[in-house]
Structures are given as C-alpha cells and as structure tokens.
C-alpha cells in the first residue's frame, strides 16, 4: 500500500479572459452560453496544466470574479463532417455563418483538488503530482493552451496558493438552473451528468452528491 | 434558463394544447354521418380573397415531413386526405399521381395502426368508412373541392351535430396521449431542463412565428447536420430534453410568438417575445412602448407611457420592491434553425425603473404637435436610410433594447449612425436630436459620475462645450439668413452642416462674413441688432474655431443645434 493520501489538498487557480463560451447542449448549434464557467471546462483547464493518467481533478467550487455580460457574434463554423475515406475537406464549400451569444471579460477562480486512480503506480504519490502542479502552474507552462470552452478562447491563469489572499467573488445570487457536470464514458454509451447550479453571493459549490445520472 | 422559463410559462397559459397535441390552421371540415356518408363541407377559412388563412384548431401533434412521406393522424393537406395532386405542368403527372395514391395509404394505415384492434369510437369508424368507400369520391363534385384542391389547406372531419373535430374526440384523445408515450424506446435519461428522468425527444416541435423563418417553423434545439453531435449521438439525444419539457416549452413559446400574441414585439429583425413570472399588468404595456406603433396613432403609445410614469405615483407600492421576473427573449432565424439574438432576465421593479430612466434620457424639446415620447421603433428609423424599418443595422436594435431594460450605456454604434444620417440627409430631426442627447447624457452619467454638466432638454446658454456653443451659432446664422431671404430654398445647413460639425474652422469664418451681408439685408433694424447680441453671447468666449470635433462633440454640436432652433420656434409660438 502506499504510504500517502490518495486525495490532494485543494488548489486554486485564477483564469480570466476576453471572451467565454461554456456552450449549453441544448443551443450548441447557434450557440449560447451558461451563466459561468462549468465544473468541465474548470476541469479541462486544470488538465491543460498537468494531466497523467495517474490523478483524475475534482472540481468544488467556482468563483465568478467579474460580472456576467453578454455579447453576440457571428462566426464561420464548420458544417460538416469528414468521412474517412475523403482526402480531405475543402472548408471554403462547408462554411456556416452561425450565431453564438458568447460572454465577455470573464474572471474565475477554481477549487479543485485531484485524486489518485488505479492507474497510479508504485512511484506516483500525491506529493510528485503537487509539487509537478505548483512547479508547472508558477511558470505558465501547459500542455496546450487553457482555454474558455471554446478552443478560440484562450485563457490566462495563475495559481493562488496558501497564505495569498483570493480574488473577491461578485455579490450576485441566482438559481441557474440544470448545468452539465460532466461526461460519463464509464457506460457502453457516454451520458452526460447534470446537476443543479445555483450562484450564492458569486460563489458555485459543486457537490457530487447532488450530481443526476 | 432560457427553455427553463419558458416551461415554467407553460404552466400558466390557459386552454393551450395538451400533451400529443398542437394548434394548427384548418381550412376545410368534412362533416360525416355517423354510418359514414359524406354530409357536407365547411370552409372555415376567415380573411379576404388571397389572403384566406385556417382557423388554429386543437389537433394531433403534426409529424416532421422529410422526404420519406409521413402522415398526420386525422388531419393532414388534400393530397394525403384524398390522394389527387395539385396539377403541376412541370412534374410528371404519373409520379405525382403515383405518390399522391402512396400518400393516402398512409394516411389511412395512421388511422388505423392508431386504433388498432377495436374501433370504439365511431367517429374514427366514421372516417375509415368514409376514406375506404366510394363515398370520399363525392367530394370532387362538390362546388368548393376546385378551391380546396388551389389552396392545399388542411382537411380534417367531424361527425354530424358534433361541436368538435373527430380528432378532438375522447377516445382519440386517450389514443392519442397513449402513443404518445410509447413512442420511444431509448428508455429514459435524465431532462436538462427539469432534471427529471424522462424519455428524450429526438425532434423538437418546431417553433413558428419568428419573422423571416420557414413559415413551417424552425427549431431552437435542433442538430441538423452531422457535424452538430458529440459523442456518436444522433439529433435530440445531444441534449437530453425530456418529452414532457420539450412540449411545455415549444408550446410556450409558440403561445407567445402566435399571431396577435399581445406579448410579442418586432425590434428590428429580432422576433422580441416578454413574459413575467406571473400575470403582470407589465405584460400589458410592454409592446406599446417598445413596439412598432400603428400608424399615426401616437396617443396609444403615449398612454401606455403615461401608465409607466404615473404608476407610482398612482400605487401605493414602489415599483422596486416588485421582485416580480421578468423575462425577454429576442429570436432571428438562420435557416431551418432560431438563434438566440438576446436574453434578459430581471425583475419587473429593475425593469420599469429602468425604462423610465431611459424615458427621462431621451426627452427633449419638441414642438407641440410631436409625440413627448418616442417609441424604440421610431428612435431605430431615424437612425437608418429611408425610414424602413428593414435598413436598421442588424445588431442595433437588440443592443439598444438591451441597453435599456439593463439600463447600461447606449451601444456606441447608435451615436455615430445617427449622426452619418444627420450628415446624409442635413437634417436634424425630433427623433435624432433625443437619440443623441439620450446617448451624451447616458454616457457621461456612467462614466463620469455626473462631474461634468451634459447636455439638457432645451437650450442651455451656460453650456461652455465648444461643439454645443458652436451647434448654437450655427443654427442663428442659419436663421439670420432665412430671414434676410425670406423662402429661400437651400439654406446655409443643406450646404455646409457635414462640415461645420466635423471641421468648424473651415466653414465658420466663412459663414461669419456671409452673416454680415445676411444682416445687412434684415429690413427690421432692431432684429439685426437682436441677432447680433445673441451671436455675441454665444461667441464670447471661443477664441478659436477648432479645426477638428470629436465624434461626441459632434453629438453635442447637434444637440446645440437643436436646441437653439426650437428655442426660435418657442418664441414665435409665445409671440403669436
């Protein structure tokens, strides 16, 4: 057995950026974005800075740092898909103007923490995964480049460790409904998992337990 | 939250469809005897000529028709009722024939798959006898088929001395509701709208009434390429909205966006539907202030304004303890699919105090046959080439309707389109003079905290702003000259506003000597010397004509004009 803890100590990460879309499933086409930032694309942008197959993130908690504004664009997206037969794919021919009502000047800050997995081998201690997390966010380095749901979002970041003081949360409170958690590919077929959002003074708790299958 | 809301709406919409069914237009029932035989024909189409349309009638929800031909169930167009096309020169007549024959199949094996077994409504037996008999034959000689055969309109039946349609009947109901159930067999998953587990719709009703859609409707929730899904899911299994939630919130919405809906509004090319939480006078006065007034009939709108202002004076209440929602959602179309042009949520107490404080922005000195407010249909006009509500700038309108419920600051856009009109047509209207006094006064309220004074609602002599003095001098020059040439046809605005608004030093040492040959003309001597004295206050201090103004200070030249021309008419009236 190992001698360590499976579970890591929480970590908070502060990103901000231009422009955000956290799609909604249900208007993913023309899209429109939920309120804030999803427990997913927290968790995505956590796995942009350190991701192994050894830790799985958890995401608790998310603060909304700046007000929720909206904007709305127009944007070429693709319309089609590519058979893997083709040579290819001339996007000219495929181009679809859609709308997105996306949002604008965001700011965030995450709580998570991650968790060991089966995959986890005789070396891999909650220790190694910590100090590679703190050592990699400090610097800014990343995988790939966080982003703010969509790709064409990029993200900055900077991590807030014990002992700094954390960003004030905006003072709103609002139920916001039914939002994607997560996707669940443990099934033969992958479900999405919801669960209930609600905003109390700037602040989303996320709590598994409350999580639908 | 959006399709959230608009479930919960749902609920309190009276006498609206029920589950598996929808209001559809009819325009003609064949009326049965019980044993089947043809009875009679009803055209119940109301409207003149061309524009003949059906009455919305309850009916079983419609199928989605793609090319695979599907019928309704106890309803449906001539050609699956009675299997006769329209003739059609270009098409070959034989697979039409062909396919019209197809088609009516169907629309049997609907009825009958649906009431398989024992038929214990005789008004479904009705119908089947009818369809399989001779009998259907007679309509054809009947004098009104030739317009039901030009008009393609929707057929369905009724018994003889019934009130209602042979599918509005119980047991058509109860059939109805049952299928409806069993339709799928995905099994259940959990609805991202209630967080129920239900079984997911794969299609959504579609959703009508969105100005410059498909008139079949389009969809909101619609995956209608390929490249839309994720994960290897097909259409609406990408987002899991449970059949119950999906028929609450498509029949919603249509409730709101359906013809005469008192609860829709058009800004611009965004179909603007509004609803509160619960019934809310709100609901009521919403569309005469932001909607497109009739014609000429200013005093509807003016009313509904008056209701907003006196409100609370009037109620014992303060509109901002009114923790009422309020909701609005702006829809334009693009293709056979909705998007989402705006959305707000606030509350009804936000909302009023809001558009008051857009009201008291944009009021200005006007003459005295103009309205005291303007709708947001009229400030958009002026601000777009020939009036037409069709040229307004496609963002404009929901920007600026947002602006206001939010009560945020004017989209810039408005500001400088208002002015490229005013250059364009040299001319300063009521309308275009609010708007930019509107925006001047919204901005330097948000951004400067009241430090500086903005401009008012009629002429302010103590305003130092160089663009207002300079808007001032500018429309005394111009009616020194009109007087000094009583008719004249182009005056100096037509030739020389663009430029005296954008580069005042070019222009105005220019104007000012022209003023001195102007004066010279003026028969009444006192007036030249009245008009001198008021160029003296005006230019007493500027030292310079600057060479360049800013777009502001452009608005604010504009204003300055303005202001200093109705003050000339104010004094006649006072005169006269």
Known sequence: MRGSPVRSNDFRLMVWGRNACFTRPEMKVERVSYDIMTPSAARGMLEAILWKPAIRWKVTQIDVLKPIKWELVRRNELGAVMSPRTTGLFIEDQRQ??????????????????????RAGEEDTVVKFTEMFVRRAEKGQCFHRPYLGCREFAADFRPIFNGQTLPAPISASQ?????????????????PRFFRA???????????KEVRP | ??????????????????????????????????????????????????????????????????????????????????GRVKPDTKKDIRKLVQRAKGQQALFLDRIKSTFSGNLADEGVAAVIRFLETAECEKIFDHPLWSEIEESGGSISFQLEGDLELVCQRDAVRSAVIRNSKSEDSVGTQICLITGNHDTPARLHTAIKGVWGAQSSGANIVSFNLEAFGSFGKTQGYNAPVGNKAEFAYTTALNALLAKGSRQRIQVGDTSTVFWAEKKHQIEDWFADIFGEPPKEDSDKDNAAIKALFTS????????????????????????????????????????????????????????????????????????????????????????????ILTGTPYPRTLLSSAMRRIRAEQDVTYPRASLIKAVLVRN?????????????????????????????????????????????????????????????????????????????????????????????????????????????????????????????????????
């Open chain 2, 312 to 403: 609370p004076e009037t109620g014992a209440e303060s509109v901002l303890d009114d923790n009422t929602k309020f909701y609005v959602l702006g829809l334009s179309p693009n293709a056979s699919r909705i998007a989402i042009r705006f959305w707000y949520a606030g509350t009804v107490g936000t909302v009023e105090q809001n558009m008051r404080q857009h009201f008291n922005d944009i009021s200005i000195q006007h003459g005295r046959s103009q309205p005291a407010y303007l709708s947001l249909f009229r400030l958009l006009v002026s601000t777009c080439v020939q009036r037409k509500s069709e040229n307004i700038q496609p963002n404009l309108a929901g920007d600026f309707m947002k602006a």
């Open chain 2, 1 to 82: 939250m959006i399709l959230q809301v608009l479930a919960k709406y749902y609920e309190r919409i009276p006498n609206v469809a029920q589950e598996g069914f929808q209001k559809q237009p009819i325009s003609f029932v064949i009326v049965l005897k019980k044993d089947g035989h043809f009875a009679g024909l009803q055209d119940i189409r109301e409207g003149e000529g061309r524009k003949k349309r059906g009455q919305p009638r309850l009916v079983p929800k419609a199928v989605k028709r793609t090319v695979r031909p599907t019928a309704n169930l106890l309803w449906d167009n001539p050609a699956y009722v009675f």
């Open chain 1, 175 to 191: 139920d916001l409904g039914w939002m994607l958690y997560d996707i669940d590919f443990s099934g033969a077929q992958t479900m």
């Open chain 1, 97 to 118: 103007q859609r709308a997105g009502l996306l949002l604008r000047d965001v700011a965030y800050t995450i709580h998570a923490y991650f968790e060991l997995t089966d």
């Open chain 1, 198 to 208: 609600s905003l109390d003074k700037g602040r989303v708790m996320i709590d598994e």
């Open chain 2, 444 to 576: 330097a309220r948000h951004y400067q905290k009241g430090e500086r004074k903005e401009v008012g609602m009629a002429l302010d002599l103590n305003n130092k702003n160089i663009g207002y003095r300079l808007g001032c001098l500018f429309a005394v020059l111009e009616k020194i000259q009109e007087e000094a040439n009583p008719g004249i046809n182009a005056t100096i605005r037509d030739r020389f506003y663009g430029s005296a608004s954008s580069t005042p030093v070019i222009v105005f040492p220019h104007l000012m000597k022209l003023k001195n040959h102007h004066l010279a003309k003026l028969e009444n001597r006192g007036r030249a010397v009245n008009f001198e004295k008021i160029i003296g206050e005006i230019v007493d201090d500027i030292k310079d004509f600057p060479g360049h103004l800013n777009l502001d200070d452009q608005g604010r030249f504009a204003v300055g004009y303005y202001h200093r021309r109705q003050d000339f008419f104010k004094k006649k009236d006072a005169d006269e």
